[in-house]
């Protein structure tokens, strides 16, 4: 499911109520859901329902731990410091060249995440997703308290305007039930300062600051006029520099070398 119409907002807040729900027992349950914030309308694929490389924002509500089911299938051991209990909200941010990896439940590109215990609970549960001067929030309110619980907090992400909200869930050899309650999304009123209006100017491709993941780096921003004529200028006038100071030395060579042959 996406929205109809592109996002041009600048700062929004995305209030998403769900419900999660199946006759499955632990780990005997999936796959999930995602919630979508990209170019391109929705079309099938292997993650969450959806398309592989895509454009944008994802955020994932996984309930089956692929790595750890298969680390036990291979009678590995799995390491409980890196283990996340399930089920598990994570994000993503990909510029089209990053693939989902399925089989580790998306832990190479991972932004953040947080386990989250929402299956089969007899109260409402909600996800809320903020993005705020270039800085990416999702809470969840699971405990049935009317209060946000923090889950990822990603600065420096820089996503265009013009992509489209949605949803899309999966099952495979189990099963669960995906309801999406409501989507509403929220203009946020935002005061900048000259300094961040500069920094906050328009992108148009999805990109994370300062993240060391494959394909993820920061296009380099192209340079302007002054500062190249600048470059130009000051390699000439170098350039010239050099020149002089070699006829100079090659000069004072040549008066050095007469003075000893007389």
Not at 25 to 30: A, R
Not at 110 to 119: F, I, P, S
Not at 158 to 173: A, E, I, K, N, Q
Request: a neutral charge; charged letters at 25%.
């Amino acid at each position: 499911m996406m929205s109809l119409e592109p996002c041009y907002l600048r700062d929004w807040e995305l209030q998403v109520h769900f419900k999660i729900h199946g006759q499955g027992k632990k780990n005997l349950n999936g796959d999930g859901f995602a919630i979508w914030y990209t170019k391109d309308r929705m079309q099938p694929g292997p993650v969450f329902g959806s398309k592989d490389n895509f454009l944008g924002l994802g955020v994932f509500v996984d309930t089956y731990p692929n790595e750890e089911k298969q680390q036990e299938a291979q009678k590995r051991r799995y390491s409980p410091g890196n283990q996340r209990v399930f089920p598990y909200i994570s994000a993503m941010v990909n510029n089209g060249s990053l693939t989902y990896d399925h089989d580790r439940d998306g832990r190479p590109t991972e932004l953040g995440g947080c386990t989250a215990m929402v299956r089969n609970l007899n109260h409402d549960t909600f996800l809320v997703i903020r993005y705020v001067k270039r800085r990416l929030t999702v809470m969840i309110d699971i405990d049935g308290k009317h209060e946000w619980r923090d889950c990822i907090d990603v600065p420096g992400v820089r996503l265009p305007r013009g992509y489209y909200f949605g949803t899309s869930s999966v099952t495979g050899d189990l099963s669960d039930n995906h309801d999406i309650i409501s989507l509403k999304l929220y203009q946020l009123t935002v005061e900048r300062t000259a300094e961040e209006e500069k920094r906050d100017r328009e992108v148009y491709l999805p990109v994370v600051d300062n993240l060391k993941l494959p394909g993820m780096e920061a296009p380099l921003e192209p340079m302007s006029g002054l500062a190249l004529f600048l470059i130009v200028f000051f390699s000439l006038v170098a350039i010239v520099f050099a020149i002089v100071i070699g006829v100079i030395v090659y000069n004072k060579w040549q008066e050095q070398s007469r003075k000893h042959f007389y």
